[in-house]
């Protein structure tokens, strides 16, 4: 029987609640320094690895970033060593990365394993060795409703689903334990038209220097703070950045020689509201068990403000979701006073009691619903989602954009799932809004719920001083008057002059604005093979690929993969590889044991936890503050096992391969090589690593695979003649060149 009764322990988050007994890395040290200018911000994060054990490990790390950001370098220093990243295809990038590790050396692989979630693998840190690893990134920001959010994101907070789904391998996938404490250290620079912005964070207490030309922000109290919550910064202005624009001249690896990437950013003004025609509002409340404590209090506070701001024309509907749904008013209600009324004895029972976050089911039988009469004839209605977005399921946005209607996503609790919401919203036309517990939470989702109402942009043309070879935009569709949109455009025939916007609203009213194009000095980021504004460029191509309705062919694959090594992007598609080569007395065995660094829990998860900043923790959350059957227990030792599941002996055969699936062709050439005298065995050991080398996918877990490499390097050195006759053979029956 499931000792976790929310939810099913199959989906159940990864949870520790015990104190291993071994040594585990450490993550030492973690800093936080952002600088924004404008709608630019850039951000280098510092991590500091130590191995306290006493054997070498593979310290295993997985972080959030935030939507939208642009890995700019990423640099490590391990021990003395200063080592800087190079992007490659991920399967060269891994290979890479398991020939160092199995030959004793030093490596680092940095790998996106989800949208907005990279893992680092740092192989083979020795006992009392630490691992400096230093990442730079780009971000656009966004002005909404005359406020700016600006999330550093530092925590992951359990999710629901299966990781797997996700593209998560299972090393990758975050662990928890409640007696785990990072801290950061977080500095920030306002510059440009912000710097004079009033500056307020709702999830730390915070200090405001003010300067002559920039503004500093940090910690009130102390340098560092505990990494149970997201760091929000909200800036506001009386009026939001107006319009620019900026343009570099494309480097000649880009393929269009004398070419121009330019800029625009654009910031459409609030118009009047739209027609008082009726609309369904569809409003869907997350009472997992993650909801537990101040969100589902005030998510319960919220909906009564949004029920006082109904129209009589309005129709309405309530639904809650866990591991099932409901619905908490009848499917269509009539907004009279009797109906508001009970509706809001009816949100008396909404709590956080459901299980888990089968938010799929629940929102695509949502969508379907429809409200009678003519007047909603046309009407698909539009959805207000009030959840914390803490699941696994990246298929959701596709399936929402095909079933027809808005989504305005609220994500609550201290660390939401933004990647997740971010881009349902876009993708079906809403809009998104994040909101902290500490934050006025009723009146931020009242003040989204008034986004329903608001013109839309139903056009937008823009005049460029150049011929247009390419544009991109990052708002395809939810864009309203007030939100920020960023236009990327790759120009020919000169740029200069002036861009012109005219921006169409759906309420009939334009807006027609001009921005003088200037150039673009000393971009961060920029690099020989690409310029910082070609980079931002081909990141949102690559971003538009991944979450396009279908999967990229293989020629369309191979185009985005030389796209991204070109202009050094992480993506699906390409992962970043640092090695170090280490003397031969400090050469390991090539099997460091795999440790993870585990993860805090997000502060009020569950009910855990406090997420007011002020209140002062000695630990990350006490094990009395949650009932010991909300628990998940789970056991120290590693649920993988050493051999794979196919339980083959180490001695390997030809019978073993086949099993394997390796091609008959390979099979026939490495009899020929054993019919005439070579040792089965050894002959199978190179010939599994051949194709392991040749990125050809084999049914072995991560330690077989090691063991197979790491034995195919001391046979071939001891039979070279034979490695060069087995990949050999490989080769010429995979159609490859030896």
């Not at 009392?128 to 700016?148: F, H, K, M, P, V």
């Not at 624009?245 to 509201?273: H, M, N, Y």
């Not at 993650?290 to 998510?299: L, N, V, Y």
């Not at 010991?628 to 180490?650: A, H, W």
């Amino acid at each position: 029987m499931s000792t976790y009764p929310l939810q099913e322990q199959a989906q159940a988050p990864s949870l520790m609640c015990c104190i291993p007994n071994e040594p585990m890395p450490v993550l030492e040290k973690v800093s936080l320094k952002a600088v924004l200018e404008d709608l630019l911000a850039q951000v280098e994060v510092r991590q500091v690895f130590f191995n306290r054990g006493h054997e070498p490990i593979e310290a295993v790390y997985t972080f959030p970033v935030p939507r939208g950001a642009v890995l700019l370098s990423f640099t490590a220093r391990l021990g003395k060593r200063d080592l800087t990243g190079r992007i490659m295809a991920a399967p060269e990038a891994e290979d890479g990365y398991e020939e160092a590790v199995t030959s004793g050396d030093a490596a680092i692989l940095l790998q996106e394993s989800s949208p907005g979630l990279y893992t680092v693998n740092v192989g083979n840190l020795l006992p009392g060795e630490d691992a400096e690893l230093t990442y730079r990134y780009s971000q656009l920001q966004y002005w909404q409703s005359g406020a700016l959010r600006f999330a550093l994101p530092t925590v992951i907070a359990p999710r629901y689903g299966d990781p797997a789904q996700a593209g998560l391998e299972e090393h990758q996938v975050p662990e928890h334990n409640f007696f785990t404490v990072h801290q950061a250290e977080f500095r920030a620079s306002i510059r440009g038209a912000l710097q004079d912005a009033e500056i307020t964070c709702p999830t730390h207490g915070i200090v405001v220097e003010r300067h002559a030309d920039h503004a500093v922000v940090r910690f009130e109290d102390s340098p560092a703070c505990t990494m149970d919550r997201d760091i929000v910064l909200n800036l506001k202005r009386a009026v939001a950045t107006p319009a620019v624009a900026v343009v570099e001249s494309t480097a000649d690896g880009g393929g269009q020689p004398g070419g121009q990437v330019a800029l625009l950013t654009f910031c459409p003004e609030p118009g009047r509201p739209t027609s008082t025609g009726p609309r369904f509002v569809k409003i869907l409340v997350d009472c997992s068990g993650s909801m537990q404590g101040d969100s589902i209090a005030q998510a319960r506070v919220a909906l009564r403000r949004i029920l006082d701001s109904l129209r009589p024309q309005d129709r309405f509907t309530i639904m809650a979701f866990g591991s099932t749904h409901r619905f908490v008013t009848a499917e269509c209600v009539a907004c009279t006073p009797a109906a508001i009324s009970g509706a809001r004895d009816a949100i008396k029972t909404v709590d956080a009691d459901l299980g888990g976050t089968e938010l799929r089911s629940a929102l695509l039988a949502l969508m379907k619903v429809r409200a009678p009469g003519h007047e909603f004839a046309n009407v698909h209605g539009d959805v207000l989602l009030i959840t914390d977005g803490e699941t696994f399921d990246d298929d959701l946005v596709k399936q929402a954009a095909k079933a027809g209607g808005r989504v305005f996503t609220v994500g609550v609790g201290c660390a939401p799932g933004e990647s997740l919401l971010g881009r349902l919203s876009e993708k079906t036309g809403g809009a998104a809004e994040y909101v902290t517990p500490n934050d006025d939470m009723a009146a931020r989702i009242h003040r989204h719920f008034q986004r329903l109402y608001q013109p839309r942009v139903t056009g937008l043309k823009i005049q460029w001083p150049g011929r247009v070879v390419q544009e991109r935009r990052d708002r395809q569709g939810g864009l309203f008057a007030g939100d920020t949109v960023h236009v990327l455009a790759r120009l020919q025939d000169g740029a200069a002059g002036e861009v012109v916007v005219t921006c169409e609203l759906d309420d009939g009213s334009r807006v027609n604005t001009s921005v003088a194009l200037r150039r673009l000095v000393d971009p961060a980021g920029a690099l020989p093979e690409a310029g910082f504004l070609e980079r931002l460029m081909a990141a949102s191509e690559l971003a538009a690929a991944r979450d396009g309705e279908n999967e990229p062919s293989a020629a369309d694959t191979r185009r985005l993969t030389e796209l991204a090594v070109r202009c050094q992007l992480m993506s699906q598609w390409t992962s970043c590889l640092m090695v170090a080569l280490r003397d031969w007395n400090e050469k390991t065995d090539g099997m460091p044991a795999l440790t993870k660094v585990q993860q805090m829990l997000a502060a009020g998860w569950q009910g855990n936890g406090n997420t007011r900043w002020d209140v002062c923790r000695s630990v990350a959350f006490s094990i009395n503050s949650a009932p010991t059957d909300r628990m998940l227990y789970r056991q120290c030792e590693s649920s993988v096992p050493l051999m794979g599941s196919m339980g083959i002996s180490p001695a390997w055969s030809l019978t073993d391969l086949a099993a394997l699936g390796v091609p008959a062709s390979v099979i026939d050439g490495l009899r020929s090589l054993v019919d005439g005298g070579a040792d089965e065995a050894t002959v199978c050991l190179l010939a599994l690593h051949a194709l392991l080398h040749g990125k050809v996918k084999l049914p072995l877990d991560r330690d077989h695979s090691r063991e197979v490499r790491r034995d195919a390097k001391a046979a071939a050195a001891s039979f070279p003649d034979l490695a060069r006759q087995v990949a050999a053979v490989v080769a010429s029956a995979l159609g490859a060149n030896p």
